[in-house]
């Protein structure tokens, strides 16, 4: 029996040590594989932990300060607007639309000031203030049609720029104060104080104080202009007629002579290359009007200035002054404008060299017989809200007179 149970020590000795040594392997594997999964687990919690830091953050409002007209409101997701009431709290998704003659008054979490003009839709693309990183602060919103100015404070330790989006593109915008106008061929924006960085195609174009950017409809042409842009075509008559068309106004049951329109070449001190040459030689003192006027259509909403600049001479007028009612001068310009709520208005400017008779000059400016001079009028004092330019007038008005002009620009921002 001895030698029986030695025999199957022997034997099972091997056999147990070589289980006792699968098992601590086995162990071994289990512990390095859960160690392993503990590691990337860590990690991952140290990434989420980390994205969490970086990118949380929470909505905050855009409130609407003011509304005056039909302004009107439409939360995320829904499909009706209902009436928008100053002190409400907009948010992520939301949108404020202001009707024909409407208007409203946007303030962001950073004290940005958005002056919504009438006939626009503005939306709150992403409201949001980083919980612990400021970099994750969001301020973007969306302008789908329309016109805004835009006013952007300082801020201490400011770590984000506001955003805009119009169907044509993108704009990061600093401190400072802006016109942003959103219509279908084009998006217009103007840097009166600060500076943007516009994305077009792969690109970034700054634009800096006293320029605007046009953004056309593909989203990739763009052209970067004075902040005042000339929106009248063929001023200088380089193209002669071209975009003009002419017109004479008569006396009524008084037959005379019409007026006359020409483009010359003027060789005097100070002219232009070339000019509109209005005259007319009256046979019987009846009163006529005779020029050019070319259509606009430009939108002017929320327009900081509005220019007439010209090149002018006068050479006759038979009435002195402004004429018999102060509306008969050898050269007037005339701008024809729509306001807010779609009502007509009208500047005239006249232009005489003597009035030895006195007669009434409630429109007219005195300037020197003969000689080119340099005038400019800014228009926008003298109008209240205007929407739109319709067009321009240029004439000549009484019973005899010559004068002539070049160099018309009609400029807005």
């Known amino acids: 029996m001895s030698f029986g149970a030695s025999a199957a020590e022997s034997v099972l000795r091997p056999r147990v040590l070589r289980t006792n040594e699968s098992m601590r392997r086995t162990t071994s594997l289990v512990v390095a594989c859960a160690f392993a999964l503990w590691v990337i687990l860590v990690v991952e919690a140290s990434f989420w932990a980390s994205g969490v830091l970086r990118d949380s953050s929470a909505a905050v409002p855009t409130v609407l300060e003011g509304a005056s007209g039909v302004v009107l409101y439409r939360e995320a997701g829904d499909s009706k607007e209902a009436s928008a009431e100053p002190g409400m709290q907009v948010f992520d998704g939301d949108e404020i639309v202001t009707r024909f003659g409407s208007r409203a008054t946007l303030r962001a979490f950073d004290g940005s000031i958005l002056d919504v003009l009438p006939d626009t839709r503005v939306s709150v693309t992403a409201a949001r203030i980083g919980r612990f990183n400021p970099s994750a602060t969001r301020a973007w919103f969306a302008v789908e049609g329309g016109a805004i100015r835009l006013s952007i404070p300082q801020m201490l330790d400011k770590q984000h720029t506001l955003n805009l989006v119009t169907p044509h593109g993108a704009a990061a915008f600093v401190p400072g104060e802006y016109t942003v106008r959103v219509a279908p061929d084009a998006t217009r924006i103007s840097v009166w104080d600060g500076r943007i960085a516009a994305a077009i195609g792969d690109a970034f174009v700054e634009v800096g104080p006293e320029q605007k950017i046009v953004i056309g409809p593909d989203r990739l042409t763009y052209r970067v202009v004075d902040v005042l842009e000339n929106v009248l075509l063929n001023g200088d008559f380089a193209s002669r007629f071209l975009g003009w068309q002419p017109w004479d106004d008569r006396e009524q049951g008084r ?25 007319r030689e009256s046979a019987i003192d009846a009163h006529n009007e005779t020029g050019l006027r070319q259509s606009i259509g430009a939108d ?60 009434p000059t409630p429109i007219g400016d005195k300037v020197e017989r003969g000689v080119w001079t340099t005038v400019r009028y800014d228009l926008t004092a003298r109008l209240n809200q205007p929407s739109s330019i319709e067009l321009i007038e240029i004439s000549g008005a009484g019973h005899t007179f010559d004068a002539s002009i070049g160099d018309i620009k009609l400029l807005v921002d």
Do not use: C
């Open 255 to 279: 037959p005379d002579v019409p007026g006359h329109v020409d483009i010359v070449e003027p060789v005097e001190a100070n002219a232009p290359s070339r000019a509109l040459r209005i005259s």
């Open 300 to 359: 002017v909403r929320g327009a900081k200035e509005i220019v007439v600049e010209a090149l002018v001479k006068l050479d006759f007028a038979s009435l002195s002054g402004g004429g018999y009612l102060g509306s008969e001068y050898p050269l007037m310009m005339r701008v024809r404008l729509r306001d807010a709520r779609g009502g007509d208005q009208v500047w005239t400017q006249g232009l005489f060299y003597e009035n030895p008779e006195n007669r």
